[in-house]
């Protein structure tokens, strides 16, 4: 596969993974609160089909750590390793949280029943808290500093996008931390800290499938490093 090709395809896979997560994550949520568990019981289906986005996400994740790593470790083998290590390890740990949320549905004949948060195995939904945000959340930062790092050096695309890239990463990271720490963010800080990276993500896949990468090494970038 030529660079463009492989830009024009993490590009496709960064919006799969994007909406997978947002929609498939918002679906698995109510598992997460006894209050909602008979929204649960009513849908169980719901349930599942968040569980299958997920998986897609996870799927999505470890694609773009494949496909970029030979274009990257052109500009640095090192980092490059480091990028695609980050991001299969992001992967597994979305899928064990995916596995976490049906071993959950089905730990027993109650746990589609109201209450049944007290007979479910507590340690499969705290396997599911602690996969999920270090997935989702920790992993995605520390994998989003090591290609924004990249990008810039490498003047692949614009140098605005990537600082943008490299401060969205910082602001997810913070977030999965302080929740990994036991900080209950309130919902407006959550949206603050996580919207950067959903939306630069957004737009580094657009720029990707629309202009590829500027392989000619004189990007804006370059001349900010002078």
Aim: proline share 3%.
């Amino acid at each position: 596969m030529s660079d463009q090709v492989i830009a024009r395809t993490v590009g496709v896979l960064f919006i799969v993974g994007t909406v997978t997560a947002i929609v498939g994550g918002s679906m698995v949520l109510a598992i997460e609160h006894p209050g909602a568990l008979a929204a649960v019981a009513a849908d169980h289906s719901r349930v599942v089909t968040g569980v299958l986005l997920e998986l897609v996400l996870a799927l999505s994740v470890l694609g773009i750590g494949a496909l970029l790593f030979p274009v990257l470790r052109r500009r640095d083998e090192g980092l490059a390793l480091a990028y695609a290590g980050v991001r299969t390890l992001e992967a597994v740990l979305l899928m064990a949280a995916s596995v976490a949320a049906l071993v959950f549905l089905a730990s027993g004949p109650g746990a589609r029943a109201v209450g049944a948060v007290s007979r479910a195995p507590a340690l499969v939904l705290a396997l599911r808290e602690w996969t999920y945000l270090s997935g989702s959340m920790v992993l995605l930062g520390v994998g989003g500093l090591l290609l924004y790092s990249l990008l810039f050096r490498a003047s692949l695309v614009p140098a605005w996008l990537s600082l943008w890239g490299l401060v969205a990463a910082a602001l997810i990271l913070l977030r999965g931390v302080l929740e990994l720490a036991g900080l209950d963010l309130p919902g407006g800080w959550q949206a603050v800290l996580a919207a950067p990276i959903a939306v630069n993500e957004m737009v580094l896949a657009v720029w990707l499938i629309v202009r590829g990468f500027d392989v000619s090494g004189a990007g804006v970038s370059r001349v900010l490093r002078r």
